[in-house]
T-cell receptor, first 113, second 114 residues
Framework: AQSVTQLDSHVSVSEGTPVLLRCNYSSSYSPSLFWYVQHPNKGLQLLLKYTSAATLVKGINGFEAEFKKSETSFHLTKPSAHMSDAAEYFCVVSDIGNEKLTFGTGTRLTIIP | GAVVSQHPSWVICKSGTSVKIECRSLDFQATTMFWYRQFPKQSLMLMATSNEGSKATYEQGVEKDKFLINHASLTLSTLTVTSAHPEDSSFYIC??????????FGPGTRLTVL
C-alpha cells in the first residue's frame, strides 16, 4: 500500500523568501514521487518527479525536491517565492510500474506581498 | 502539447437526473484515462481507470452502476453520473496518459446536485 502525508495544510510566506512544503510517503516498493500544482480553475500541472535517478530533482518555475529514503520524505522547496506561486500543491506517490497515483491532502501556499 | 479538456466546467442539475462529463485529449492519443473525485479541501481520490475499448476498472467503494465510464476512442472518455443526488456534488477531474508515462490532467468539472 502507498500513501503520502502532507504535513501542512496551509503555508504562508512573504514574497522573496524561501518556500518549504513538506511531504512524507509510505510505499511497499521503490516509489515514484511527484509534486503537482493546482491553480484555481486550471488543471493539475506536474512540477517535478522522482523515479529512482538523482535524489535531488529540479522542476519547473525554480522548484526542487529532495528524495530522502532514510526519512521517507520528499519535501518541495524554492529559494525565493513569487506571487504567482500562490496555489494548491499536492505530493503524489506511485509504486514504480504502477500507474495508479495516490495524492496527499494538499498544501495551500499563500504569498504575502 | 499534452492538453486535456473537460466539458462542462461546471453543471447544476436536479436530484434524480443524469449528468455526462466529457474528457478529451486534444493533441495526443490517450490509451488510458483516469477519473478522480475531489471533495472541498480534500485530496483527489481515484474513482476508475479506463483503457480505450475496454471496460473501466473501478476502485473499491465506487459504484460502477452509478458512475458510468465510457472510453470509446483514443481521445474521449465520458463519465455519466446516473440518478444524481446531493451527495454526488463534487469536483470531478480526469487525466489522460498516452505514450509518455505521465498523466495529464483536465481542469475539472464542478457538479452541484440540488
Amino acid at each position: 500500500a502507498q500513501s503520502v502525508t502532507q504535513l501542512d495544510s496551509h503555508v504562508s510566506v512573504s514574497e522573496g523568501t524561501p518556500v518549504l512544503l513538506r511531504c512524507n510517503y509510505s510505499s511497499s516498493y521503490s516509489p515514484s514521487l511527484f509534486w503537482y500544482v493546482q491553480h484555481p480553475n486550471k488543471g493539475l500541472q506536474l512540477l517535478l518527479k522522482y523515479t529512482s535517478a538523482a535524489t535531488l530533482v529540479k522542476g519547473i518555475n525554480g522548484f526542487e525536491a529532495e528524495f530522502k529514503k532514510s526519512e521517507t520524505s520528499f519535501h518541495l522547496t524554492k529559494p525565493s517565492a513569487h506571487m504567482s506561486d500562490a496555489a494548491e500543491y499536492f505530493c503524489v506517490v506511485s509504486d514504480i510500474g504502477n500507474e495508479k497515483l495516490t495524492f496527499g491532502t494538499g498544501t495551500r501556499l499563500t504569498i504575502i506581498p | 502539447g499534452a492538453v486535456v479538456s473537460q466539458h462542462p466546467s461546471w453543471v447544476i442539475c436536479k436530484s434524480g437526473t443524469s449528468v455526462k462529463i466529457e474528457c478529451r485529449s486534444l493533441d495526443f492519443q490517450a490509451t488510458t484515462m483516469f477519473w478522480y473525485r475531489q471533495f472541498p479541501k480534500q485530496s483527489l481520490m481515484l474513482m476508475a481507470t479506463s483503457n480505450e475499448g475496454s471496460k473501466a476498472t473501478y476502485e473499491q467503494g465506487v459504484e460502477k452502476d452509478k458512475f458510468l465510464i465510457n472510453h470509446a476512442s483514443l481521445t474521449l472518455s465520458t463519465l455519466t453520473v446516473t440518478s444524481a443526488h446531493p451527495e454526488d456534488s463534487s469536483f470531478y477531474i480526469c487525466s489522460a496518459m498516452g505514450r509518455v508515462d505521465e498523466q495529464f490532467f483536465g481542469p475539472g468539472t464542478r457538479l452541484t446536485v440540488l
